[in-house]
């Protein structure tokens, strides 16, 4: 998949050599309130780098919209400032901001051509006529929609009606480009090629992209860093891969990707040799050693291991061989690229799910009683 574009990039690609290491939007401490009384975003502080695609990633009421609506101007902070290459914009309104938006409905006036569409920002703004058709036409080339500009929106598919509103917001050369949940509304198949549209598109232009979602894929697919919120405030904010791979807390653990979560108690802080380590024993007594994630000590913790990461054998593990749990198969689920395995863990038969590959020599039936493996160093403890 190639996107054409024009050798004339925007502004915001250009940025000065001297800029790169500023923040291009900093939150600080900023809040809201809707009522006075209950905090919707809590105490933020976010920097938003210069070139950079951040997914906003939570479930609803976390926070995240809301705190992209203030970035655009649409919502007022109760507290704190919003900075913009570190001049506050908190009382900026929004058509003075730069920024460019896409929403998740597209927001096209269907009483216009697309090409109206897209150079609506640009009449606003009093470009020239001459100026605004090359600016079309070149925005219009970098969503792959040659020659549609003469088109309606109720002539489009819901894909090209989502490019016709990237084009809008990329046509004035925007400094920072906002998303609220575009892909939302397009089925999964077209979504995911979407993603992979996006991309390409950032990779390309350079200029920095704000998504807001509450889907995890198209945060780990998509994005350069990742920030998860949960009741207003954000859990971690990292790098795709190392917010799947070391989630900060709980919550994270179990809102990125699947995960089997075992309760357990804590039975020794450090173990000899990894003092990042920690010994938990299950309600069976089955002992599990893995990262001291937020450094619990003699309390309940939550063992939790990615369903890939386990492997399934049909006899016991030879001793020493890491973290080993008796199971019985319970289910197994088609996916089309993998099995699930629902296992039962214990005399309680904890939930334990297992990402097996259709290529696996071996596959177990339900009812069969099977030992799950998994190395101490990919196993999280959280308190």
């Known amino acids: 998949m190639s996107i ?10 250009a940025a000065p050599a001297a800029a790169a290491g500023q923040p291009l939007v900093s939150f600080v401490g900023v809040q809201k309130t809707y009522d006075g009384v209950n905090l919707v975003v809590r105490k933020l502080d976010l920097d938003i780098r210069r070139g950079e695609f951040l997914t906003l990633l939570g479930p609803s009421g976390s926070g995240k919209t809301t705190t992209l609506m203030m970035l655009a101007g649409f919502e007022s902070p109760t507290a ?3 900075l913009l290459e570190r001049k506050p914009i908190t009382r900026t309104p929004p058509h003075k901001r730069n920024f460019g938006m896409v929403f998740q409905n597209y927001a096209l006036f269907p009483h216009m051509t697309v090409g109206e569409n897209v150079a609506y920002p640009l009449t606003v ?12 036409e070149r925005a219009l080339a970098m969503v792959r929609l040659q ?60 200029v920095t992209f704000v998504f807001v979602t509450h889907d995890q894929g198209e945060a780990l697919t998509m994005s350069d860093r990742v920030a998860v919120f949960n009741n207003g405030v954000i859990q971690q904010i990292a790098p795709a891969d190392t917010m799947y791979e070391q989630p900060a807390n709980r919550f994270v653990a179990g809102f990125i990707g699947d995960g089997t979560m075992l309760p357990a108690t804590v039975q020794a802080a450090q173990l000899s040799g990894h003092p990042a380590h920690c010994s938990a024993v299950l ?32 006899t016991p593990p030879a001793a020493g ?63």
């Not at 054409?4 to 690609?13: G, I, K, N, T």
């Not at 949940?181 to 993603?195: F, S, T, V, W």
């Open 80 to 82: 704190g400032e919003i």
């Open 321 to 383: 061989a890491g973290n080993t749990l008796r199971a019985q198969v319970h289910g197994i689920v088609y996916f089309g690229d993998h099995l699930r395995l629902l296992c039962g863990v214990g005399p309680t038969q904890l939930e334990a799910a297992v990402k097996l590959p259709l290529s696996a020599p071996a596959i177990p039936a339900v009812g069969d009683t099977v030992w799950l493996a998994f190395a101490p160093e990919l196993t999280r403890v959280y308190a």
């Open 125 to 136: 703004r009093r470009v020239s006529k001459a100026d605004q058709a090359t600016r079309v």
């Open 147 to 206: 020659g549609m500009a003469g088109r309606y929106p109720s002539q489009l598919s819901g894909g090209q009606q989502q490019r016709v509103a990237l084009a809008r917001a990329l046509v004035f050369e925007p400094q920072l480009v906002l998303m609220d949940e575009p892909l939302g509304a397009l089925d999964k198949q077209l979504r995911e090629h979407m993603q992979i549209e996006l991309k390409e598109l950032h990779r390309q232009l350079g």
């Open 4 to 13: 054409a574009l024009s050798a004339e990039r925007p502004a915001a690609a």
């Open 283 to 314: 309600a069976d007594g089955s002992v599990l050693t893995g990262i001291n994630v937020n450094g619990a000590a003699a309390a309940q913790v939550m063992v939790g291991i990615r369903p890939e990461r386990i492997a399934v054998q049909a």
